[in-house]
C-alpha cells in the first residue's frame, strides 16, 4: 500500500466536480440581495448589530410617544387657564371694591338714615301687633282734614302677619290697594316702597357683593346699584320725610268680617295720635233714579257689602272719633205714616185710604223691622 497524499484527495475532487463549500457563502433559497449584502460585509470585515427601524424606513417595531410634546401644550394650557383666572380674580376684586366704595361713600349717608327710619317703624307696628286690642285713644288737638298738609306713609297687614320684622317685611311686600285713605280724604304714600327699597340702601347690598365671586355676577350687581341711585334715591329722601304714620291692622283674613285696627303717629315726636277699634258695617245704597222717555238705567250690583263700602265704613268711624263730620243719610219712620183722617181715624178692619197709604204702611213696618 502506499502512502496517502491530500493533494491526490483534492485532485480526485476535482475530478469528479464536486466544489467543497465555501464559508462565506449564502445559503440555498437566501434571497440574491441578502446574500451578496452579507458577502460585501464580509469581504470588508465590517459587521454592525441589529437595530429596529427608523421612522425613515418602511417598518417599525413600536411607535415612540411624543413626550415633549404632549408635556409643553399641558404647559401651555395650564399657563392659559390659569392666567384667565387670574385676570377674571383682579377683575372681580376691583368691581367689588368699587361697589362697596359707593356704598361706603354716597349711599353710607341715607343708607343710615333709612335703616334708622325702617327700624323705627317696625318697632311700631311689631309693638301693636302683639296686643289684643288697642286703647280708644285721640289726641284732642288731631284734625284728619289737616294731614294732607304733610307728607305720611301708610301701611296695611294683618296682624298675625306683623308680629316680627321679617313676617312683616314679607306682609307690606304683599300689600294691595285699598279705599280706606280715600274715604279719609288723604293720600299717603304706600310704606310697601320702604321694603322694595331694603335691598338696595340695607345690608342685603354688601352681603350679595361680598358672597359673589364671578365677575358676571358683580357686574349686575354694579349695574343694578348705579340704575337704582338715578332712579330711587329721590323717592326714598321723600320718604324719609314723612310727618306721621298710619298703620291698619286686619285681625282676621278679611276686613269685611273681622275687627279692624287703625293707628296714627307723629313721626317727628314718635307719639300716638289715635288708635281704635273698629267693625267693618258698609253697604252700599242703590238708588235708581227713572224719569219719563228716558230708557231704564243697568241693574245694581247684587253684592252690596262690597270691598269699598267696608273700607270707607272703617273711614266712616275714625272720623267720628275724631270729631269730623261723617256724610249720613236716612229717612224717619214717621215720615212714611199715613195721616190721620179728619173723622178720627179708619174704622175697624176698614182698609186704607189710598194705594199710596198702604205702600207707606209697608215701609213703616219695613223700617221699623230693620
Avoid at 45 to 73: I, M, Q, Y
Avoid at 106 to 116: N, S
Avoid at 328 to 341: C, I, K, L, N, Q
Amino acid at each position: 500500500m502506499s502512502d496517502l497524499d491530500p493533494s491526490d484527495d483534492t485532485s480526485e475532487r476535482s475530478d469528479s466536480g464536486e466544489t467543497p463549500p465555501s464559508e462565506g457563502a449564502a445559503p440555498e433559497g437566501a434571497p440574491l440581495e441578502a446574500a451578496a449584502s452579507e458577502a460585501a460585509q464580509v469581504e470588508s470585515g465590517k459587521l454592525e448589530p441589529a437595530r429596529p427601524h427608523t421612522d425613515d424606513e418602511e417598518r417599525e417595531f413600536a411607535h415612540r410617544l411624543p413626550w415633549k410634546w404632549l408635556v409643553s401644550v399641558a404647559l401651555l394650557i395650564t399657563l392659559v387657564v390659569g392666567g384667565y383666572r387670574y385676570k377674571q380674580s383682579v377683575e372681580a376684586d376691583a368691581l367689588r371694591a368699587q361697589i362697596l366704595r359707593v356704598n361706603s361713600g354716597e349711599l353710607a349717608q341715607i343708607g343710615g338714615r333709612f335703616t334708622t327710619f325702617l327700624t323705627k317703624l317696625e318697632g311700631l307696628v311689631t309693638t301693636e301687633a302683639r296686643r289684643s286690642e288697642p286703647e280708644r285713644f285721640v289726641d284732642p288737638r288731631l284734625r284728619l282734614s289737616s294731614l294732607g298738609r304733610g307728607q305720611g306713609l301708610y301701611l296695611r297687614v294683618r296682624a298675625a302677619d306683623a308680629t316680627d320684622p321679617d313676617k312683616l317685611a314679607r306682609a307690606a311686600l304683599g300689600m294691595e290697594g285699598d279705599a280706606i285713605t280715600r274715604c279719609l280724604g288723604i293720600a299717603p304714600a304706600s310704606a310697601r316702597s320702604l321694603y322694595a327699597l331694603k335691598g338696595f340702601l340695607g345690608p342685603d347690598l354688601v352681603e350679595r357683593a361680598n358672597a359673589t365671586t364671578d365677575v358676571m355676577g358683580l357686574r349686575v350687581i354694579d349695574d343694578e346699584l348705579r340704575r337704582r341711585m338715578v332712579r330711587d334715591l329721590p323717592p326714598v329722601s321723600n320718604l324719609l320725610q314723612s310727618d306721621w304714620f298710619l298703620l291698619v291692622l286686619q285681625r282676621g283674613d278679611t276686613r269685611r268680617d273681622h275687627p279692624v285696627d287703625v293707628y296714627l303717629w307723629d313721626l317727628h315726636t314718635n307719639q300716638r295720635l289715635l288708635s281704635v277699634r273698629t267693625q267693618p258695617n258698609g253697604m252700599l245704597v242703590p238708588v235708581r233714579i227713572e224719569l219719563p222717555g228716558v230708557a231704564a238705567g243697568p241693574r245694581l250690583p247684587q253684592n252690596l257689602r262690597s270691598g269699598g263700602a267696608t273700607d270707607c265704613s272703617i273711614a266712616a268711624q275714625v272720623k267720628e272719633l275724631t270729631g269730623e263730620p261723617v256724610t249720613t243719610f236716612g229717612a224717619s219712620v214717621g215720615a212714611f205714616a199715613p195721616a190721620e183722617p179728619a173723622d178720627g181715624g179708619v174704622g175697624d178692619g176698614e182698609a186704607p185710604h189710598t194705594a199710596g197709604d198702604a205702600a207707606a204702611s209697608e215701609a213703616a213696618d219695613a223700617g221699623g223691622a230693620r
